[in-house]
């Protein structure tokens, strides 16, 4: 299609519609008369003649049925673009992105997005409002469950992969679908932890901590990017030039499609940079915001502001332009259904295949956090005692998840009996029927069904919908009267293994004195069962690493692992406060479990940690080498990080930063080499000028995991 002749034949109206998007249901409800924020109406019929774009819609059929309704009615016969949230799958659920960066897994990560990639195109899905990739270091926010880690290195690499196979080669190809990268930018650092709330982050530390898994995704291909909902340093991400212009268009030399979260054009009058709808208008469009998601802000005034003249209609061209370039470059103008086909829904939803992939992910996104001789459990016990709140949950799939996907879940339960048939499982919830509640009733009948069995799986955790968008808490100890659950159960039945379900870190201080086993699950999707039975009965080893650490209290945080050393240290044990030195009186520093810890069912013993030189150049390549072996009877996937420390540079540098990581599978006995190589650029940051250089000096290189470092290294950068 030759957009440009295209455009040169829209009236004004009709280019400002394509930089509008409505729901799909105000869009097939035609006759519904649009509220806008300040209580004016706008004619739906008119609106959905224009549109250029719907978001959520459910499935083929209803792609197939909006495409068609609009393009009877849109003279220029242009294509809708259709977009979705599908951020870790679409009717094959696989575990949380925060528990999926949990398997320090790439390549798994990816596998993962190609069976959303599969069931997303065939649901006639256009782009993806995915991968999120906000840096997140407080888990009060309730959105941490939707990023991959508070380590950027983590969230690059994997947003960068999920852009690669989502979108494919060709976007023009039906099974492949765009990708929106999210929230641009630091909507992972609100003041407080407070969902939608003011982020103050100096500009060196956004290039440095969140900044980097934007470009990172954007450098894989992703051809749209969603400006934030807060304030950033004062301006609101969808109308703030520095980031939107001179960083993402100039810097970064973005040409893709910008488009505003929901609602987020209307939001700058409450915000209060604008004074009305109008100038919230005339702002984000001087920002570079293309797409105006749902709020009609751009549907009622920017014609208006370009007739008059304070929007040139040069801006608003160039604005059209990228949205019809990427409905082209989908092909759409000439398939306007792409990839939407009943038939390949009926095929790829839910088969074998994803199965397979969303459980293996479920299984390598768990973290074993303790361990006394508990798990894995004897295939020899008989009967087993499921308690707890989500003994028989199917809502084990987290706030992004697909409506009704806890339809789909496979039950601890099902999946015992899957793999032990045998087995003789005595149920009991032990709380009330709210998770929050304080309904003490059913504790007794739960330690008693302890009492009775050969072995305990005690679910506990937080409701799904107590995670994600608008879901930020003040208290992170396990809700209702679960901590007391624990005490009795456990003291009936010190053969108990606690198993958790939640979407944030959650502070476990309590629990984790009484737990003989800990076994972290997040939210791993519908193949959960299965999963945490292999787990349990080790057909599975537990190899996860924390993508973020858990606090021992709520006022720690944020509390990011990557922490500066400060002038006053707290030396000696982490566990006894040192006066006039930086450290709580009442709380440790460290976190309960950091970054980087998880547990197997065997042991690894790291051996060494060698370097091929001492100096080196600018030009040089350091290869390092970690030896390590399986010292235990079972064979198991290691996670083996490699964490550099800066000793003195022109502005203070983390005690610990996570560079590169590899995970290795160890027979029992094996000895392996695992080999890095770190170059000058891996040593760079982003210095008080705001140039991301890197300085002579002495460095450290450590392997093990944060706040365990073994084995440390120098050199010097000449
Ligand atoms: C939401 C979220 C955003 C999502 C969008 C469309 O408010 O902030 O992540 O993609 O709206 O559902």
């Not at 549109?51 to 083929?60: H, I, K, M, P």
């Not at 929230?183 to 407070?194: F, I, L, N």
Request: with cysteine.
């Amino acid at each position: 299609m030759d957009i440009k002749a295209l455009l040169s034949r829209m009236t004004l109206e009709e280019k400002v519609g394509q930089l509008v998007q409505s729901n799909a249901g105000q869009f097939i409800r035609n006759d519904l008369e649009i509220t806008g924020p300040d209580g004016e109406t706008v004619p739906a019929e008119e609106l959905n003649r224009v549109v250029g774009s719907v978001l959520t819609f459910e499935d083929a059929a209803q792609a197939k049925a909006l495409q068609d309704q609009h393009m009877a009615a849109d003279r220029n016969r242009i294509p809708l673009l259709l977009m979705l949230d599908v951020i870790h799958g679409l009717r094959t659920t696989y575990p949380i992105p925060l528990a999926m960066g949990c398997s320090f897994d790439d390549a798994l990560t990816a596998e993962c997005a190609e069976i959303a990639r599969r069931e997303a195109s065939a649901c006639g899905v256009h782009v993806t409002f995915n991968p999120m990739v906000d840096t997140a270091r407080d888990a009060r926010w309730g959105r941490i469950l939707e990023t991959y880690s508070e380590e950027p290195l983590l969230n690059c690499r994997m947003g960068a992969a999920i852009v690669r196979t989502t979108q494919g080669q060709n976007l023009a190809d039906p099974e492949n679908v765009a990708c929106c990268v999210k929230h641009y930018a630091a909507y992972g650092a609100p003041e407080g932890g407070r969902d939608y709330n003011t982020v103050e982050l100096s500009e060196r530390l956004l290039r440095e901590a969140y900044l980097p898994a934007y470009k990172a995704c954007l450098d894989a291909g992703a051809r749209l990017i969603m400006p934030s909902f807060n304030a950033l340093n004062g301006i609101p991400s969808v109308a703030n030039p520095w980031l939107m212009n001179r960083v993402l268009r100039g810097e970064w030399g973005f040409d893709g499609v910008v488009i505003s979260d929901y609602n987020a054009v209307m939001e700058l009058v409450p915000h209060g940079v604008a004074e009305s709808l109008r100038d919230a208008v005339r702002k984000a469009m001087e920002a570079g915001c293309d797409i105006d998601m749902v709020s009609n802000a751009y549907y009622r005034h920017l014609a208006d502001l370009v007739r008059e003249g304070t929007v040139p209609e040069a801006v608003l061209d160039a604005a059209v332009l990228r949205v019809l370039q990427l409905k082209n470059d989908l092909g759409l103008f000439e398939n306007p259904y792409h990839g939407a086909s009943e038939e390949r829904e009926r095929e790829v939803y839910l088969c074998p295949a994803h199965r397979e992939v969303a459980r293996r992910a479920a299984e390598e996104s768990a973290v074993l956090l303790k361990n006394e001789g508990i798990l894995p459990l004897s295939r020899e016990l008989k009967r087993i005692a499921l308690i707890g709140p989500f003994a028989e949950e199917t809502r084990l799939n987290g706030f992004w998840s697909r409506p009704g996907a806890e339809r789909y879940t496979v039950t601890l339960p099902e999946g015992i009996r899957a793999l032990l048939p045998e087995a003789e499982l005595i149920l009991e919830r032990g709380c009330g029927a709210e998770l929050g509640d304080l309904d003490r009733s059913g504790l007794d009948r739960a330690a008693a069904a302890a009492a009775r069995a050969d072995a305990v799986i005690l679910t506990l955790g937080e409701p799904e919908n107590d995670s994600g968008e608008g879901r930020s808490r003040a208290e992170l100890t396990l809700p209702g009267v679960q901590q007391e659950l624990a005490e009795r159960v456990i003291a009936a039945n010190p053969r108990t293994a606690v198993v958790l379900f939640n979407g944030r870190p959650l502070v476990l201080t309590a629990l984790e004195k009484i737990a003989p086993a800990l076994l972290e699950m997040w939210y791993p999707g519908t193949e959960a069962g299965n999963a945490l039975a292999r787990l349990l009965w080790g057909e599975a080893n537990p190899c996860g690493k924390l993508s973020a650490g858990l606090p021992r209290a709520v006022g720690q945080l944020p509390m990011p692992y990557n922490r500066m050393n400060t002038g006053r240290p707290k030396p000696g044990p982490d566990d006894q406060a040192v006066p006039f030195t930086s450290c709580y009186l009442d709380t440790p520093n460290l976190p309960l479990y950091s970054f980087g810890y998880g547990l197997s069912y065997t042991r690894f013993v790291y051996e060494s940690l060698t370097l091929d030189r001492d100096r080196m150049s600018k030009e040089d390549t350091l290869r390092v080498t970690v030896t390590l072996r399986n010292d235990g009877d079972r064979a198991g996937k290691e996670v083996v990080q490699l964490y550099l420390r800066d000793l003195a540079a022109s502005v203070v540098r983390p005690v610990q930063q996570l560079i590169d990581y590899q995970k290795v599978m160890l027979e029992p006995g094996e000895r392996k080499e695992v080999h890095f190589e770190v170059t000058e650029k891996q040593l760079r940051f982003w210095n008080f000028d705001c140039e991301y250089v890197s300085e002579p000096g002495t460095f450290e290189l450590s392997c093990g995991w944060a706040d365990h470092l073994l084995e440390t290294k120098r050199f010097t950068l000449d």
